[in-house]
């Protein structure tokens, strides 16, 4: 009987703890992470107003690096050391808030093609990592918090609190799930989304159109569809390794790579003659999911996200993502015989499942951003989609602990 009294004890102390430390970070991270969708969409919609802000991402793309290099982070690794900080318990910079939150809208404004779900991950992750040091915790205790901010922040911006906590935990060593944080993430992930809504943020969500039935024929078609979209996922990775290998060998500056990258992406934005692929593009991905995307849409989104980020712009892969894998599904899945609506939505998991490797994220995720109808083919496509991808990812320091193929232990860095 004593035993149990003091297993109880135990449990009861743990949960209180653990509650505590979520309702800091889903409250201090909702509110950044509110603060940051509200700049964002602000610097977005300045942007539209003034077509000529454009032309000032090289002045923009100087400013940034300035501002790393003034601070000594010039040799930040973004979202990279977020995984670090979860695996090896690196501490990370307060300093990697402001300065991320400040570049990435910087980003925005000029006009570089880039996300946000990385700068999410970062704010996170650095406040909860100092929250976790301001409270003295132990190691393992401190990768918990750190965890339980990158699902928070990843929450307060998106709006899909279940996914971003299986996110933290699955990212970070793919095949190993970080169970000891699911309270955390889960707790800090809903309240840093409610934070969020509250404070004005809108959590995105999509109609789909002509849902089928998972049928033989429709089976074979989302198949068809998972493994062009894994072929999709290796070339949107090698894009963006080669964006930044060609720009480190001829640029050894970081003033003059960031510059020459801000006029190439101006420059073929001018040549495209549409602002489509400047920014996140959420209105892009919308009308993909309506039904409606341009046949090259996906390569042109690919080139410009490789451009502004190779260069040294700030963001987030993730949306671009979203963005490649919405137009790419819109396209195909209409020439495969899926309604291109579905196919829309289809793409977008089954790509950033294939660059991510976090199946288990994709299929909450559809859940969350599209509902139940067709979770079974969302099932099956981000299944496709992860076994064919390969070891490639959008992360370097991501761990891929078990083969794909087979029950066995590989313990390889994802190749980038």
């Keep these: 009987m004593r035993k149990w009294r003091v297993f109880l004890l135990q449990q009861g102390r743990a949960l209180v703890k653990w509650f505590v430390f979520s309702c800091v970070i889903g409250l201090v991270v909702g509110v950044a992470g509110a603060a940051f969708h509200h700049t964002v969409e602000y610097a977005t919609a300045l942007r539209g107003e003034h077509g000529w802000l454009l ?15 003034l601070c000594g982070m010039e040799r930040d690794r973004g979202t990279n050391f977020v995984l ?12 990697t808030a402001p300065l991320i939150f400040v570049s990435t809208a910087l980003s925005h404004l000029a006009g570089g093609s880039t996300g946000r779900e990385g700068a999410a991950l970062q704010l996170g992750g650095a406040l909860s990592c100092k929250i976790g040091r301001l409270m003295h915790l132990d190691e393992k205790d401190a990768r918990i918090v750190t965890m339980c901010g990158m699902a928070a922040g990843f929450s307060a911006l998106f709006g899909t ?16 799930m970080y169970y000891a944080a699911i309270f955390p993430c889960v707790f800090g992930a809903l309240l840093a989304h409610r934070v969020a809504l509250h404070l004005g943020s809108e959590a995105p969500a999509y109609e789909l159109l002509n849902v089928p039935a998972p049928a033989l024929p429709t089976l074979l078609r989302v198949l068809a569809l998972g493994c062009l979209c894994a072929l999709l996922a290796i070339v949107f990775c090698w894009a963006l390794k080669m964006g930044a290998k060609l720009y480190t060998t001829y640029f050894k500056s970081p003033y ?41 849409a996906f390569a042109l989104k690919i080139l410009l996200t490789a451009l502004t980020l190779g260069a040294g712009y700030k963001g987030g892969e993730i949306v671009p993502v979203f963005f490649t894998g919405a137009t790419f599904g819109c396209v195909m899945g209409g020439l495969l015989g899926l309604p291109p609506s579905f196919g829309a939505a289809l793409g977008m998991m089954a790509a950033f499942c294939g660059v991510t490797n976090c199946p288990l994220t994709s299929v909450i995720l559809a859940y969350e951003l599209f509902g139940g109808a067709g979770l079974p083919l969302f099932g099956l496509v981000c299944a496709v989609s992860y076994m064919l991808s390969g070891y490639s990812g959008l992360y370097s320091e991501q761990k891929i602990m078990y083969s794909k193929l087979r029950p066995e232990f590989i313990g390889r860095k994802t190749r980038h």
């Design 256 to 296: 003059v790579r960031i510059a020459v990258g801000g006029v190439l992406v101006v420059l073929v934005t001018l040549l495209t003659g549409t602002r489509d692929y400047n920014g996140a593009g959420m209105d892009v991905i919308a009308r993909a999911i309506g039904g409606q995307a341009h046949p090259v």
């Design 161 to 176: 609190p279940l996914a971003a906590a299986v996110f933290a935990m699955e990212v970070v060593s793919v095949g190993v």
């Design 55 to 69: 032309f000032t991402l090289p002045l923009a793309g100087l400013l940034i690096v300035s501002l790393y290099r």
């Design 84 to 95: 670090i900080a979860v695996r090896e318990n690196e501490p990370m910079r307060l300093l």
